[in-house]
Nanobody, 124 residues
């Protein structure tokens, strides 16, 4: 069982930035691809970004491409989501998730472990 803990959420004005962190205090952290998802009220959870085990490959949803970046520090067992040029439609609960497979996935069903989420609110 991998425990994931997100932090860094909050409220920000449109155009602002936030950096989310996800800590996984587990020595097997570098064996997981790490993804970020988000869920707005009344909507399904949707893919935001993913980074492979080594950090070499990343993939983003079209809605955040060019504004968000994902990175990881395997020495600190932490994955980050840097969010710039935030828009009101980015408002959601953001979740990090761990995927033990070697294939990059964008669907929730593929991920083995989830954090509790952190709220991001972008005011217009």
């Amino acid at each position: 069982q991998v425990q994931l803990a997100e932090s860094g959420g909050g409220s920000v004005q449109a155009g602002g930035s936030l950096r989310l962190s996800c800590l996984a205090p587990d020595r097997t952290f570098n064996r997981y691809s790490m993804g970020w998802f988000r869920q707005a009220p009344g909507k399904e959870r949707e893919f935001v970004a993913v980074i492979t085990m080594s950090g070499v490959y990343t993939l983003f949803a079209d809605s955040v491409k060019g504004r968000f970046t994902i990175s990881r520090d395997n020495a600190k067992n932490t994955v980050y989501l840097q969010m710039n040029s935030l828009k009101p439609e980015d408002t959601a609960v953001y979740y990090c998730a761990a995927d033990s497979s070697a294939v990059v996935h964008t669907t929730t069903e593929a991920y083995d472990y989830w954090g509790q989420g952190t709220q991001v609110t972008v005011d217009s």
